[in-house]
């Protein structure tokens, strides 16, 4: 176990160079002068020959790279074009954010689609199974900016119980812990009715399975109420899977927080990442990019010792 | 589990094209009414998107600047946005580079990963360790920030634009392609290929990929969703095909500056229309896979 876990870091490591390299080499690719970008109308040849000698632009494009890994593990990402603050500082204000809704949608749709799922697969094709389905098959499909609009629309115009964007009310100076929690409800549901779907899903089929073992013909033969066989015994060997999709599932919970964060101005890492395309803050989309490959690699990496951890059946060489 | 059902299925061989010859595999495709009903609201959307033009003959360019932000009426039948461009029109010509791009784009992605998983597979050692790590290391960053990355670096016309879409696509297909040739290149009949002098790229064509088309053929169809989703989140975002070529998601994304004046005809039809695109593809990619994969009958 310990073992395994000490290969499953170490194979992590190459997986995480290769992000950086691939930032790197995307950034790369731009056309154009970055110097020229940075000095604007004071351009001069002189000038900028000096600050390419600064920035170290003048050395090898391989050596950039390790100039540039060297400092990220420092921690410099560098400066923002635009702000002219350490995009290190505009990420941490961002960070939180984004995990925030992430994180609770994530656990929400966890509760739903494993209630759903079970159910579901206990009452096989049963009238309420092939309406979930349907349903489920049409959240799936929903692109998460359409549904964000239309959940503005029916609970913040319509019906107007919650803010339509924004992290607090702009008015209030001291905002409340309570004006935190009400902006976060409908990015929050945008978020976890589009991941629902999947996992259901995904929950069905393994109860499905799960239900059809001996040990569940076991518990009923002892006697075990059909709640507890359900939610006790299948549940336990049938959410297994669940960890391992989760980790799967991470860049695609980006990306859907991207549009989140777009569709309701909330200054998360996806809206950062979308104001800094538009102002072509290099630094800035290049230290997301490394970023949101860090938490997805290091995502992957636990949903595995997680699941090697919970799940004695595995043995691992 | 899993290795039983691998077994029975290198045990089953399967290729597509005697699949297709059989007339069972077409009864098999069609039996379901699911797929019968993503089949039909396909056909709706081309028809729409690519003979509707024809029909109803007007500009989805031009600026009625006296008529803007107007609800359906018998001359708008789907209203005008703030421009005054017929909404109606907007959203034939918005599905024809949609699925244009959807389509065009995962057949490249499919090409794409079809050599790359192949040779990755075929070859084995230390190239297929790094090849699939490469794939591991893009799949770690959301597409979606690659994909914006390299829209607003290049700012495409519509054939930069499927290469991008397909750049992010095929690393599925290549995964899938790997294992499936991992599983069959140690049967007998490519051994034999193989003695009899059959070159790598004979043997890749006529011995393996007849076993695993169909397979990638699901990933495929699944992918076209994949890109329409993609291409509409872009133009949602503000990038995508630049204009005016109008755009579904770039449609939606104008509508929310008007979402307060409750103008529903600028917000449902685009959304809709990429609804039923995604709910139709994934539906015959779903009766496709059940027609492909007998064993789980």
């Not at chain 1, 990220?72 to 702000?83: A, E, M, R």
Request: net charge neutral; with cysteine; glycine share 8%.
């Amino acid at each position: 176990m310990i073992g395994y876990t000490i290969r499953r870091i170490l194979q992590a490591i190459p997986t995480l160079l290769g992000v950086t390299v691939i930032s790197f080499f995307l950034m790369h690719i731009v056309p154009g002068n970055p110097v020229r970008i940075l000095l604007g109308n004071r351009y001069t040849p002189e000038r900028a020959a000096l600050l390419s000698k600064q920035l170290g632009l003048n050395k090898p494009v391989w050596v950039q790279y390790f100039v540039w890994l060297g400092n990220i593990l420092h921690g410099n990402f560098g400066y923002s074009y635009v702000y002219n603050k350490p995009v290190v500082s505009l990420i941490l204000q961002a960070l939180p954010h984004t995990l925030i809704i992430v994180v609770v949608a994530v656990m929400l749709a966890h509760i739903f689609a494993v209630f759903l799922g079970s159910v579901q697969a206990y009452f096989e094709n049963s009238p309420f199974d092939q309406i979930v389905t349907v349903i489920n098959y049409f959240f799936y499909a929903m692109p998460a900016f359409w549904l964000g609009i239309l959940l503005i629309i029916f609970f913040a115009i319509d019906i107007p119980l919650f803010p339509s964007g924004g992290i607090t009310n702009p008015t209030v100076t001291h905002p409340s812990f309570g004006d935190f929690a009400i902006h976060l409800v409908l990015p929050v549901v945008t978020l976890m009715l589009i991941s629902v779907a999947g996992w259901a899903r995904f929950m069905r089929s393994s109860m499905r399975e799960a239900l059809l073992q001996d040990y569940v013909r076991t518990a009923r033969m002892k006697g075990a109420r059909e709640f507890r066989i359900i939610f006790v015994h299948a549940l336990r060997n049938s959410i297994l899977p669940l960890i391992t999709l989760l980790g799967l599932s991470l860049p695609g919970l980006l990306a859907g927080a991207l549009f989140v964060e777009e569709i309701f101005n909330y200054p998360g890492m996806g809206l950062l990442y979308w104001n800094a395309l538009n102002d072509r803050d290099f630094p800035i989309l290049l230290a997301v990019t490394v970023f949101l490959g860090i938490v997805t690699v290091i995502g992957n990496l636990l949903a595995d010792l997680i699941y090697s951890l919970v799940d004695p059946r595995i043995q691992y060489r | 589990m899993l290795s039983s059902s691998f077994a029975q299925d290198q045990a089953e061989e399967i290729s597509l094209e005697t699949l297709i010859e059989r007339p069972k595999f077409m009864r098999r495709f069609w039996k379901a009414t699911t797929t019968k009903i993503g089949v039909i609201l396909l056909s709706f959307l081309i028809l729409f998107s690519f003979v509707g033009p024809l029909i109803y003959r007007h500009s989805a360019i031009t600026s009625h600047l006296l008529h803007t932000l107007q609800p359906p009426s018998a001359r708008f039948p789907l209203g005008t946005d703030s421009l005054g461009h017929n909404v109606l029109a907007q959203m034939m010509v918005g599905g024809q580079s949609s699925l244009e791009v959807g389509f065009a784009s995962a057949f490249c992605a499919m090409i794409i990963g079809v050599l790359y998983g192949m040779t990755s597979g075929i070859f084995g050692g230390w190239l297929d360790i790094i090849m699939m790590r490469i794939v591991d290391v893009i799949l770690s960053i959301p597409t979606i920030f690659i994909l914006l990355f390299l829209n607003v670096v290049f700012l495409p016309n519509l054939w930069i634009m499927i290469l991008i879409l397909a750049s992010t696509s095929w690393l599925g297909v290549s995964r899938l392609v790997r294992a499936e040739v991992l599983a069959i290149k140690n049967q007998v009949y490519v051994e034999a290929a193989n003695a009899l002098g059959a070159s790598t790229w004979r043997i890749m064509v006529r011995y393996m990929l007849p076993n695993f088309l169909g397979t990638v053929l699901v990933a495929a169809t699944l992918g076209i969703a994949d890109a329409i989703l993609a291409i509409a989140g872009l133009s949602f975002l503000g990038l995508g095909l630049p204009p005016p070529t109008p755009n579904w998601g770039g449609m939606l994304s104008d509508s929310m500056s008007y979402m307060f004046q409750n103008a529903w005809w600028l917000i449902y039809p685009p959304g809709l229309a990429i609804l039923i695109a995604e709910v139709s593809i994934n539906l015959i990619g779903d009766g496709l896979r059940d027609a492909i994969e007998t064993r789980h009958r």
